[in-house]
């Protein structure tokens, strides 16, 4: 539908309204790296924008964005099929698969990847891609932000998470804002035991923070506002490592957040990243190194295969469509942050394979590590 507007001979267009709620699902992969495991091929971004196009000219989907950060292709679709519909994953599937021909094509690094089951069967949580997906109402404005990481794992979301909807050093409208000062119930996930339990802060920070700072076992799932229960925010959780039963490749995880008019602003979102703060992952899935904020020009992870990176992409989001992105941290207000993860990283490189550069002996439980214990194992004799 076009919109002729008053007083100007340019035409714009206004999308009409769907009927219901909205629902933005962002679901990735990697299907294969170019060179190594550093990013992805145009090849695969171009034919997963065909796939997504085509369904979008269905009316299947409102809208998509395809982007990548590293080796992991994004694909961030809006729709009316609610979370955890049978028909959008089978479609994210799909389009992974048909990127892996490609990948495979073009003998790309690890072709096919995080495809890890034979077939799709309902659900593409446990079969190696990610998931963030949330469902609602369209607000007056809808600012959101879709975080995408290389190189790390779930967990890295946590201390960000924790400062933009719990921390009022960083974000200034849990003082302020009288929509905000109730506070937030968050979900946390034990993703070793598969077990769930929320807080509800801020009276329960302390405990939430006794959980959510064990890394490699907690994961904040979802936040949302205690005064109405409207969801702020809902990251991937899966680990690969615990699907496969074996390292398979990290986990690299996404989130989605809304934004302003009683949630963080879309600054406090972002200053929530101004500390490069250590997580695990980099090298062979091995290594703490520091998160570095990104713009997604600069989202190749090249040195030792890192340092882990965030890239924030910025829409408005508007009848469903996206309007964007705006690429957030190409900012030079977070160069000082990207200084302070390269001195940090190039400080933690120096310990080489000693901890805590490298990680504890039981996370490497995970990693390729096992088999060279069991290579060595009937050389160990007993201490008398
Ligand atoms: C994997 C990754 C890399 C690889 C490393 C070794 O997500 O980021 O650090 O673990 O390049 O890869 P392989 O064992 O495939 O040679
Ligand atoms: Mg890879
Ligand atoms: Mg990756």
Redesign the pocket.
């Known amino acids: 539908m076009e919109n002729k507007r008053a007083g100007s001979t340019e035409k714009a267009k206004v999308h009409e309204k769907p009927e219901g709620k909205i629902t933005l699902s962002v679901i990735k992969a990697?299907v294969g790296?170019y060179p190594?495991?550093v990013s992805v091929h145009p090849h695969l971004s171009t034919r997963a924008k065909k796939h997504l196009e085509d369904e979008k000219a269905k009316g299947f989907l409102i809208d998509y964005h395809v982007s990548s950060c590293g080796?992991d292709l994004e694909l961030i679709m809006t729709h009316r099929h609610g979370i955890d519909s049978e028909m959008v994953h089978k479609l994210a599937w799909e389009v992974f698969l048909s990127c892996t021909d490609v990948a495979k094509g073009l003998k790309l690094?690890?072709a096919g990847?995080d495809m890890l089951a034979d077939s799709f069967s309902g659900n593409v949580k446990g079969m190696g891609p990610g998931v963030a997906e949330m469902e609602f109402d369209e607000r007056k404005s809808e600012p959101v932000i879709i975080l995408m990481a290389d190189?790390t794992a779930p967990s890295a979301w946590n201390l960000p998470l924790y400062k933009m909807f719990a921390d009022p050093f960083n974000t200034a409208g849990l003082v302020i804002d009288k929509s905000m000062t109730d506070g937030f119930i968050f979900e946390v996930h034990d993703v070793k035991a598969n077990k769930k339990i929320e807080f509800s802060c801020p009276e329960e920070i302390y405990a939430l923070l006794a959980f959510i700072g064990s890394t490699s076992k907690y994961v904040i799932k979802s936040i949302r506002r205690k005064e109405d229960g409207l969801v702020g925010a809902v990251s991937s959780t899966q680990r690969l490592s615990f699907i496969a039963g074996k390292y398979v490749?990290?986990d690299?995880p996404v989130a989605i957040v809304r934004c302003q008019s009683g949630l963080p602003a879309v600054g406090e979102v972002l200053e929530a990243f101004t500390t490069p703060w250590i997580v695990s992952?980099?090298?062979?899935?091995s290594h703490n190194g520091p998160l570095m904020p990104v713009s997604q020009r600069e989202a190749n992870?090249t040195r030792f295969?890192?340092p882990p990176r965030v890239v924030a992409l910025g829409f408005q989001v508007c009848n469903g469509h996206l309007h964007g992105p705006v690429d957030m941290f190409d900012d030079p207000s977070f160069d000082h942050v990207r200084d302070e993860a390269n001195r940090m990283g190039h400080f933690l490189r120096k310990h080489g394979p000693f901890e805590p550069h490298r990680l504890p002996a039981d996370d490497l439980e995970y990693t390729?590590m096992p088999e060279i214990m069991k290579k060595l194992e009937h050389r160990f004799e007993k201490i008398a």
């Not at 992952?281 to 899935?285: E, L, V």
Request: hydrophobic share 10%.
């Open positions: 990697d790296g190594g495991h080796d690094y690890g990847q190189k490749g990290k690299d992952g980099w090298m062979r899935g992870p295969d890192g390729t």
